[in-house]
T-cell receptor, first 114, second 114 residues
Framework: EDQVTQSPEALRLQEGESSSLNCSYT??????LFWYRQDPGKGPEFLFT???AGEEKEKERLKATLTKKESFLHITAPKPEDSATYLC???????????????FGKGTTLSVSS | DSGVTQTPKHLITATGQRVTLRCSPR?????VYWYQQSLDQGLQFLIH???????AKGNILERFSAQQFPDLHSELNLSSLELGDSALYFC?????????????FGQGTRLTVV
């Protein structure tokens, strides 16, 4: 069964304290791994797409990396405005159907205090 | 702003009733996806439409149905509502139906069934 697991569930950091979020996945055919940021009561905001092992993407204080089994979202010198839930998802082709779907992990809720 | 528009933002209705949620995708996007987000389940894939045709179904209840119209907007119909249907419902759109394209989410409709 296709599965995405994120850890930790919650993370509290001090401003400037760098850390990493983990996303491990088990899928039969990976067609892309996506990171989203979600603020309370809002829709997920697209951050990155990674397609192959060894790929890295950066945006401001965030850097996403991908291996064959997992992805990491590294947060360097975070600020309070980085507080949000970070969601990892994998795109799969659904067996016996023509379409695709994003399968999401349950997310890591990041709190950054000043 | 992702460019995906969902209406209404909030909906309160009674058990047994029927509601319709509306989604306008980003300009040029042919694919529309519907997701349900509840506190305990996270984001769950419901259904995928591409250029007016249903492409894939996830864990969508038989009481729920969707369609995509010629102008590419989509509607999600929820009937015989139960308390457990209370959740955030998100629509996402992407350029094509291919697996390796990013999906952009709307701000969601918060449905409360009382």
């Amino acid at each position: 069964e296709d599965q995405v697991t994120q850890s930790p569930e919650a993370l509290r950091l001090q401003e400037g304290e760098s850390s990493s979020l983990n996303c491990s996945y088990t899928v039969s055919g990976l067609r892309g791994l996506f990171w989203y940021r979600q603020d309370p009561g809002k829709g997920p905001e697209f951050l990155f797409t990674l397609y192959s092992a060894g790929e890295e993407k950066e945006k401001e204080r965030l850097k996403a990396t991908l291996t064959k089994k997992e992805s990491f979202l590294h947060i360097t010198a975070p600020k309070p405005e980085d507080s949000a839930t970070y969601l990892c998802a994998v795109r799969i082709e659904i067996e016996n159907q023509a379409g695709t779907a994003l399968i999401f992990g349950k997310g890591t809720t990041l709190s950054v205090s000043s | 702003d992702s460019g995906v528009t969902q209406t209404p933002k909030h909906l309160i209705t009674a058990t047994g009733q029927r509601v319709t949620l509306r989604c306008s995708p980003r300009s040029g996007d042919l694919s529309v996806y519907w997701y349900q987000q509840s506190l305990d389940q996270g984001l769950q894939f419901l259904i995928h439409y591409y250029n007016g045709e249903e492409r894939a179904k996830g864990n969508i209840l038989e009481r729920f149905s969707a369609q995509q119209f010629p102008d590419l907007h989509s509607e999600l119909n929820l009937s015989s509502l139960e308390l457990g249907d209370s959740a955030l419902y998100f629509c996402a759109s992407s350029v094509g139906g291919l697996p390796n394209t990013e999906a952009f989410f709307g701000q969601g409709t918060r449905l409360t069934v009382v």
